[in-house]
């Protein structure tokens, strides 16, 4: 039944797609979706269902600052895409948090089989606060186009320790506010838990993010956090809808942000970026046998010319091809901090090479690619 009122939506809201004729990728180039606009859903995240792949992403114009939302779009091949409208919007009252001119970044969405609600999970901005707010959101809906309720907006994990942190990394030290950024005394204090202990009462800072739900069902929330230094990965409640008491603190004061998680075997894998704010650089990649760790580094995922800045693009998801074994795409964005609704969209196949994710540049490739691989 539910998915009988997804395809009923789906076509009802999509009759009108006529430019439905893509058959391959063509990174960085204009995307254009079934209405022949170019598809404006950047720092996308993506879900499958019964044959569907949903892409949320944010409606940029101009500038960074929302003015209409979470966008999403529709695809059974995941080359033609069909505008499906607003999945969560703005809001038009001036004292909401998720109100016109508030950035809201990253959506993901994830289906909750207990209680049968999609639940979107973002990075939210406060309006004219800059990104000092550094605050997850959440909203939720009873089908993937939406519309999603905004529940709230918080800073995680108020008034808990992470799960790897020793007792003696807990204590308040006075000397911790008079330490200058940059410092090997600064480093290794931070490395310590610095921000750990500054943020205690208030909530920890959670910025870039991605979720992940993993085959028992168990989701996690992964988010930079500690002023963008340290990586934070936190597992939710059974709904999804909020935060447990359990996270551990990954790479400490190692700058990663815009995370991307995905499985292969019995192996997490995870792509980061460093922090050089709108301009590209090297990708990170970690594995780990756990969501909660130990994770450790594999370098560069991105291989040949123009991978020391990932093909100029940053990480926002890693997708699992529906019907293919091991086929796992690297999605990234080519930001365009000029005009950002002209941000491209960088799409490239990932190959598990000796136990480490990789991927390389293509003018232009399709799903057979995956056929072509090894077993």
């Known amino acids: 039944m539910r998915f009988l009122l997804i395809l009923s939506l789906i076509i009802t809201q999509s009759c009108t797609g006529q430019n439905l004729n893509n058959s391959s990728f063509t990174p960085g180039d204009i995307w254009k979706d079934a209405d022949g606009n170019h598809i404006n859903a950047h720092g996308g995240g993506f879900y499958y269902e019964d044959g569907t792949y949903f892409w949320y992403g944010e409606h940029k114009n101009q500038n960074s ?101 020793d007792d003696s990394e807990k204590v308040y030290n006075e000397e911790d506010e008079k330490l200058e950024w940059w410092t090997p005394e600064w480093k290794e204090s931070l490395i310590d838990g610095l921000y750990v202990r500054r943020d205690f009462e208030e909530g920890q800072m959670s910025r870039d993010m991605t979720v992940y739900v993993d085959d028992d069902g168990k989701a996690y929330h992964v988010h930079s956090s500690e002023e963008n230094q340290t990586l934070h990965i936190s597992l ?24 991307a998680v ?46 020391e800045l990932t093909f100029r693009s940053q ?21 365009n901090p000029k005009n950002h609704r002209d941000g491209r969209y960088i799409w490239l196949p990932i190959s598990i090479t000796n136990g480490k994710p990789e991927f390389k540049w293509h003018d232009e490739w399709d799903l057979s690619f995956f056929d072509t691989l090894a077993p």
Request: proline share 6%; aromatic share 14%; no cysteine.
């Open 65 to 165: 600052l929302a003015q209409v939302g979470v966008r999403v779009y529709s695809s059974d091949d995941l080359y033609n895409w069909k505008n499906e409208g607003v999945a969560l919007s703005v809001s038009t009252d001036p004292n909401s948090e998720i109100t016109t001119g508030s950035v809201i970044e990253r959506p993901k969405v994830i289906y909750n089989k207990k209680t049968d609600k999609y639940v979107m999970w973002f990075h939210l901005e406060l309006k004219g606060q800059g990104y000092a707010a550094a605050r997850t959101g959440v909203a939720i809906s009873d089908n993937p186009l939406g519309p999603f309720k905004y529940i709230k907006s918080f800073r995680p994990n108020t008034k808990i320790w992470p799960k790897n942190i």
């Open 236 to 259: 939710l409640t059974d709904d999804y809808l909020d935060f447990t008491d359990t996270y551990v603190r990954v790479q400490e004061g190692g700058q990663n942000e815009a995370p």
């Open 262 to 307: 995905f499985k292969s075997g019995n192996t997490y894998y995870m792509i980061t970026s460093g922090l050089t704010g709108w301009d590209p650089n090297p990708a990170r990649s970690f594995k780990s046998k756990s969501m909660l760790g130990p994770w450790e580094k594999l370098g560069n995922p991105a291989v040949g010319e123009e991978a």
């Open 315 to 335: 990480s926002t998801f890693v997708l699992p091809v529906a019907g293919k074994k091991d086929a796992y795409i690297y999605m990234g964005d080519r930001w």
